[in-house]
């Protein structure tokens, strides 16, 4: 089972990612909210539609907007709708 880990914490686990341009997005409910802070950064993607990010806070250290999900997907991404996907020295492990 794919797990998101930082800092030696698992931020997420579960059996149910979705892959979309080799990032696996995780259920929102597999997240340890604990570790997420909403972060003021957008991007735009012209498929995905508008990400919005966290940051991630673990033992005192922050790991800025290593977290994004989109809110509100376009139609060819409705896939990762309520998902979260990793990235900036985030480590997937099995």
Same mark, same amino acid.
């Given at each position: 089972?794919?797990? +998101?880990? !930082? =800092?030696? +914490?698992?931020?997420?686990?579960?059996? &149910?990612?979705?892959v $979309?341009?080799?990032?696996?997005?995780?259920?929102a409910? +597999? /997240?340890?909210?604990?570790?997420?802070?909403?972060?003021?950064?957008?991007? $735009?993607?012209? !498929?995905?539609?508008? +990400?919005?990010y966290y940051? /991630?806070? $673990? =033992?005192?250290?922050?790991?800025? &907007?290593a977290?994004?999900?989109?809110?509100?997907?376009? &139609?060819?991404a409705?896939? /990762?709708?309520?998902?979260?996907?990793?990235?900036?020295?985030?480590?997937?492990?099995w």
């Open positions: 089972m794919p797990k +998101a880990v !930082w =800092n030696g +914490a698992v931020l997420a686990e579960s059996g &149910d990612t979705v $979309v341009e080799g990032n696996h997005y995780f259920p409910s +597999a /997240i340890r909210a604990e570790f997420f802070k909403p972060s003021a950064t957008h991007t $735009v993607c012209g !498929w995905k539609g508008t +990400a919005s940051t /991630i806070e $673990v =033992n005192g250290q922050q790991n800025p &907007d977290a994004w999900y989109y809110p509100e997907p376009k &139609d060819a409705k896939e /990762i709708a309520g998902r979260v996907a990793f990235w900036k020295g985030v480590q997937l492990e």
